[in-house]
């Protein structure tokens, strides 16, 4: 899998640290589950963050105390890989933290429409931030809109573009207070992703506006 798009520094971080809501968290357990170089740097916050220097024996402070920790990560991230090897043996869309959260695979989650075609299923999480799984038909366009806080989009099948760039699986769009957008799914396969935002979006459309408090979005 070539993944383009990446969690941000401060993401990892977060996620390292255990400050992000639970649906953050959750989109960026997805993510790293799928991507081994998100996954390699989340390994180095957590070294600096010391939770697995005690897992590593002592380490001294020395110059080759970063590369024993990491070289001991490794090891660690390898039996985490194996472990949530991620495809299912049905050849499941959704990697092993979302499928454990949503009880199985796609027939297991609870659609609901919100119009045009595009289907939602909000994941309960604490109030903070929400996230959901979005299903976009081929070729569909969201709403143009902007955003009051962060909104986080993992693509999970198919692909959408987004002014210039592509989004496939795997990849992610960070978008917050300064992005305006109207993502649109490519042609030939329906897009499903994974949605967390940690305040309403903003809808030019009026009708979308009045659409919002039903829809939680
Ligand atoms: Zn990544
Ligand atoms: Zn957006």
Redesign the pocket.
Known sequence: MS?K???SEPLLMGYSAGTLPEAFNLLVAT??S??????A?LASYDAVGGTLLEDCGSAEMSGDALATVLACLGEDTGKTDRRATPRRPGGGVLPTPLSDYVGGDLDAVKWRSVGGGVRQAILETSPEASVRLLHIPAGMAMPDHGHHGQELTLVLQGAFRDESERFAR???EIADEDTMHTPVAEPGEDCICLAATDAPLKFKNLLARLAQPFFRI
């Open positions: 993944i798009h990446h969690l993510h790293i799928m991507c081994d170089e998100c996954r740097e795997g990849d992610v």
